[in-house]
């Protein structure tokens, strides 16, 4: 079952930082948020991941809240080659896989 | 650089006839699946397989079977295919199970269609 919930679509400008808010407020204490991103006709790409403290890495920032109940994946400088569908994935322990929900649809504009 | 492959992006093939889907990872991942993605459904958990020779059902199963006779290679078979088994076809990797390590790593995909 999905855990997280989150935006259907969002737009936003070249060259802004595009936050891409989620859900999760029933995550567990052992339980990761991990991002990943589909870009049209491709198959999902691990973005980045995190259990309490906030992480960056050279694609992007997650910042999880102090009662771990939602994050916020950032996009420091968007282009066009961001436009994808967003998903985050709180991955339950002893779960065989990552449960992909439909995500956010991120759309950058020129 | 991470590499997993699928033989076919796009394939065309009729009812009733059998079906091989092929990926090849060159990671030496022990862990290996396959989601099917429909609109509006996200992806969706068919089979995954821990080891050589081992195998277990995801969440939709019925319809498929899979092979994993080499720990690089899973293959995906539609014994007799339908209709309703058109769709996108992903096949992941991951190095370890451990939860805080789950990186998936995704073949760009077989677009399947069953007339």
């Known amino acids: 079952d999905a855990k997280t919930t989150q935006p259907p679509s969002m737009d936003c400008a070249e060259g802004r930082a595009a936050n891409l808010p989620c859900n999760h407020s029933?995550?567990?204490?052992?339980?990761?948020v991990y991002w990943y991103r589909q870009i049209h006709s491709q198959g999902p790409q691990y973005i980045i991941h995190?259990?309490?403290n906030n992480e960056t890495n050279e694609m992007a920032s997650l910042i999880i809240t102090e009662d771990r109940k939602s994050s916020t994946l950032i996009l420091p400088h968007a282009t066009l080659r961001d436009t994808a569908v967003y998903y985050c994935?709180?991955?339950?322990?002893?779960?065989?896989?990552?449960?992909f929900g439909t995500g956010t649809r991120l759309t950058v504009i020129p | 650089d991470v590499k997993v492959t699928q033989s076919s992006r796009y394939l065309v093939k009729r009812t009733g006839e059998k079906v091989f889907l092929e990926c090849v990872q060159d990671?030496?991942?022990?862990?290996m699946f396959w989601y099917r993605q429909d609109p509006g459904l996200g992806l969706r958990l068919i089979y995954f397989s821990y080891d050589v020779k081992m195998k277990e059902k995801g969440d939709i199963p019925e319809g498929y079977s899979v092979s994993r006779e080499k720990k690089e290679r899973f293959s995906l078979i539609l014994e007799s295919a339908s209709t309703n088994q058109t769709s996108m076809y992903l096949c992941a990797s991951t190095r370890t199970r451990a939860v805080g390590l789950y990186e998936q790593y995704f073949g760009p995909g077989t677009r399947l269609t069953v007339t």
């Open positions: 029933t995550i567990s204490g052992n339980e990761y």
């Open positions: 995190g259990l309490k």
């Open positions: 990671m030496d991942h022990e862990n």
């Open positions: 994935i709180v991955f339950q322990t002893g779960a065989n896989n990552l449960f």
